[in-house]
């Protein structure tokens, strides 16, 4: 959490005001949409994994996942054609975003897209994590997030010329999916 805090803290210094706000706005469009589904279809994959786990029948545990994962992809793609018929509707029409931040806006809301259905489609993984109570899978995968989150903000610092908002936006995506990668790497190793 402190780690957190102070990266937020870091992170408005090195962007702006301007350039922060158009990435917590921009980014958030995306976000709640998949933050809304989310936790209904968490709750809803971690019973089905349960119930299949109390039955001890491996097999049909190996086709509930399969079918958690088709839909939450599904639900990513939706979510994900949403976003970027809505989304885009809304950041070029009804957004006040300075017209020389336009560019990198629009980059901030494919990148919050891509996000947001790689973790739709995390769910079913993070339903198994919390079935075979492995909590300390989360604690550990939170920690290197929150370290390389705050790695991410002092490249930052590193960059010359770049449109930081951009590169945020990007590094960001690209951990989300590095984080989807371990989560995956774990419930295949262990489960």
């Not at 301007?18 to 709750?43: E, F, K, P, R």
């Not at 599904?74 to 931040?101: Q, S």
């Not at 079913?124 to 705050?150: C, G, H, Q, T, W």
């Amino acid at each position: 959490i402190v780690v957190s805090l102070y990266t937020s803290r870091i992170i408005l210094q090195t962007l702006g005001v301007n350039d922060y706000g158009i990435y917590q706005t921009v980014g958030g469009v995306a976000g709640l949409l998949s933050y809304i589904i989310n936790g209904s279809l968490a709750s809803g994959s971690s019973r089905f994994i349960t119930f299949e786990m109390g039955r001890r029948d491996k097999g049909k545990l190996s086709d509930t996942f399969s079918s958690l994962l088709t839909v939450h992809l599904l639900f990513g793609v939706v979510v994900a054609l949403l976003a970027e018929t809505i989304g885009l509707w809304f950041l070029y029409n009804k957004m006040n975003i300075p017209a020389d931040r336009m560019g990198a806006a629009f980059w901030v809301l494919q990148c919050s897209v891509l996000t947001s259905t790689i973790s739709l489609i995390s769910v079913p993984y993070n339903s198994l994590i919390i079935a075979n109570e492995r909590m300390d899978a989360f604690a550990y995968i939170s920690v290197f997030e929150s370290i390389a989150k705050l790695g991410i903000v002092y490249s930052l610092l590193l960059l010359g010329n770049a449109d930081r908002l951009i590169v945020y936006a990007i590094l960001m995506c690209v951990l989300q999916i590095t984080v989807r990668i371990i989560y995956g790497w774990f419930c295949r190793k262990n489960f």
